[in-house]
């Protein structure tokens, strides 16, 4: 049961991701939320799928690189 839940959660996963093929708001020059322009936004969009799926929610952090 355990391996057809995780199969369920992928395949939400995939299913949301995929919707946003194509979109702009996640692009470098682009704001979203408490990312500015000209930053990379790869967490933000992560965050934005798990959180859609509702079944976690992944705190995003800043990276001082």
Known sequence: QVQ???AKVRAK???IAIKKVG???YNYDVAKDNFGENT???N???HDVI???SYTHLDVYKRQV
């Open 4 to 6: 057809k839940d995780i």
């Open 13 to 15: 996963i995939a299913q």
């Open 23 to 25: 979109s702009n708001q």
């Open 40 to 42: 990379n936004k790869c």
């Open 44 to 46: 933000k969009f992560v």
């Open 51 to 53: 959180t859609a799926v």
